[in-house]
């Protein structure tokens, strides 16, 4: 049995991590400051795991959370890129300094290897298509900015104190309990909480820029896969997404046959620090991983939309 640390265990993809670790059997400890988490998210299991809630900020309970154990995977962030914009000092304290605390109590605890949650804002706004990892990254908000910050943190300790520590660039994540509430939530919660609603979904653009929506259960997989893949991989950095691409106005079109409901969507002006088109290649992750992605986009769309319809009322959302 391994014993994990999952930062941020209580939010939406951390959650998930942590249900398929308990099921594999393994002893996982969180810590989340439940600013975004929710106990709720670990309902079924919060017996079977052990909770600190405290911020990753607060160095003597990373030092506390990371006793004993054998991989981090550190999740926990502020993850909006408009809340960024508006706010890149918290953003900045929480996902570069944060990150930077989080990787000194690992370092410390000697844990085997930690995991950390880039993200695909690094690679900014570039042309080309798909998005490799060796590619030169040039973020363009303070969000991307500071999840890139951490993979630099996540190189150097890898190199200057021997903690293997491994960075995924995670595509634009969706799935179940993904909370759709804060007008910095991810676009396919706010769609599909929107249509159940009957209300006009709100495109920020024309609707034609594209991502590589992700399926929760692929980035899950991608994680677990990148704690425990034999060999050294030590300040590797991963992309995380499905290699395909779909347009927002394409989404919806998708999503209209899956409620079989007329969507007209609310069309508004572009948001600063937004891209315009996102693809992954996940080339490097299959080879060095074994990772592919086992769940499409049209099937995590529909199982996705399915959850919110069966759970809205009960979270009143």
Not at 285 to 305: H, Q
Request: with cysteine; hydrophobic share 40%.
């Amino acid at each position: 049995m391994a014993r994990y640390l999952v930062t941020g265990g209580a939010g939406f993809i951390g959650s998930s991590i942590v249900e398929e670790l308990v099921q594999r059997g393994e002893s996982v400890r969180m810590i989340d400051n439940l600013s975004s988490g929710k106990r709720a998210n670990l309902e079924a299991i919060l017996d079977k795991v052990e909770l600190m809630v405290a911020d990753i900020c607060d160095g003597e309970a990373m030092k506390r959370a990371c006793q004993g154990v054998d991989f981090v995977i550190h999740l926990a962030a502020l993850t909006s890129v408009p809340r960024s914009v508006a706010d890149p000092d918290t953003t900045h304290r929480v996902n570069a300094t944060g990150t930077l605390g989080v990787l000194l109590a690992a370092r410390d605890a000697k844990v085997r290897r930690l995991v950390y949650a880039a993200s695909s804002s690094a690679y900014g706004d570039t042309k080309t298509l798909p998005k490799v990892e060796t590619m030169p990254p040039v973020p363009i908000s303070p969000y991307g900015v500071a999840k890139y910050a951490g993979e630099l943190y996540c190189q150097v300790f890898s190199r200057v104190y021997g903690l293997e520590a491994v960075a995924l660039r995670y595509f634009n994540i969706f799935g179940p309990r993904q909370d759709p509430s804060s007008p910095y939530s991810a676009v396919l919660s706010k769609f599909i909480t929107a249509v159940l609603k009957d209300e006009p979904p709100v495109v920020y653009g024309d609707g034609n820029q594209t991502r590589d929506f992700t399926y929760v259960a692929n980035a899950v997989d991608a994680t677990l896969r990148a704690s425990t893949a034999p060999g050294t991989m030590a300040g590797e950095v991963f992309n995380v997404g499905t290699g395909g691409r779909h347009s927002l106005n394409e989404t919806l079109e998708i999503l209209a046959q899956i409620s079989e409901r007329k969507i007209s969507a609310k069309y508004e002006a572009e948001r600063p620090g937004d891209i315009r088109d996102s693809l992954a290649d996940i080339s490097k992750g299959r080879r060095l991983l074994g990772y592919e992605p086992a769940v499409d986009f049209e099937k995590g769309l529909r199982l996705t939309y399915d959850w919110y319809k069966n759970n809205l009322k009960a979270l009143a959302w």
